[in-house]
């Protein structure tokens, strides 16, 4: 996609995307990533995806530079890859912030609400909730899922309008979970809590503002589910074109 025509498209907002951690040519969960990008495109543009050029792209790139973050940016008819270095893995500390996306369930460029919140909290990041009371729901991190952990370490997932992102649907394959509704008031009843994503993988959440301080007891499953998630194989980027 040239330079120019890539600025004019991202100046519309009008598209979707999908981030992944690619090491060696690999990466987990492509099939993940391209049913994402299949099912926004389809959303968005009622069209479907030839995701083959995208696949061949990302082979060159991996070949190139070895490990590195890949953000794939679907437009209506282009698309564009660009690459960063990938993020800390450490620990962090959130806050709640009164925020539901709009098309929750689409990875779409309208991310401006998103740094807003994470701006706006003396914390290292944001969680979404639709607002501060006991009854209120919470949602979703601001680029991440969250999911809390009971004392026999089972994995609870917030149910709602969220993105179910990549890692969380990986993590269910290997770990005890379910998701159901959380309120704002039971956050205190869980023993810690993890924010979830492809880029940063499993990382343990230290506190919710008061309302929530992560155990040892949490932080020592936390580490366990950060190893499952990472035990998980990898598979060649190619795997991306074949994988709808």
Request: overall charge neutral; glycine content about 10%; charged content about 20%.
């Amino acid at each position: 996609m040239e330079a120019d025509v890539a600025i004019t498209q991202a100046l519309k907002g009008d598209g979707h995307f999908t981030t992944m951690l690619i090491e060696g040519g690999k990466v987990r969960g492509p099939q993940l990533h391209a049913k994402r990008l299949q099912r926004d495109h389809r959303t968005l543009f009622g069209t479907d995806l030839d995701l083959a050029s995208v696949a061949a792209e990302l082979e060159k790139l991996a070949a190139q530079t070895g490990s590195f973050v890949a953000r794939v940016s679907m437009f209506e008819t282009e698309h564009l890859i660009t690459t960063r270095s990938a993020p800390s893995t450490g620990p962090i500390s959130c806050e709640l912030f009164p925020l539901q996306r709009n098309l929750s369930h689409v990875k779409h460029f309208g991310l401006a609400p998103q740094w807003h919140a994470r701006r706006a909290v003396a914390a290292d990041d944001a969680i979404c909730c639709t607002g501060l009371d006991k009854d209120d729901l919470v949602l979703e991190g601001t680029m991440f899922n969250v999911g809390f952990i009971r004392a026999d370490g089972r994995l609870v997932w917030p149910e709602g309008p969220v993105l179910a992102g990549t890692t969380w649907k990986q993590l269910e394959g290997v770990w005890a979970c379910e998701s159901r509704p959380v309120r704002v008031g039971e956050i205190g009843n869980f023993v810690g809590a993890i924010a979830t994503n492809a880029t940063s993988g499993v990382r343990p959440i230290t506190t919710i503002g008061p309302r929530l301080r992560c155990s040892l007891e949490g932080l020592a499953w936390a580490n366990k589910i950060a190893k499952a998630y990472q035990a998980i194989p990898t598979e060649d980027v190619t795997q991306l074109s074949q994988a709808v």
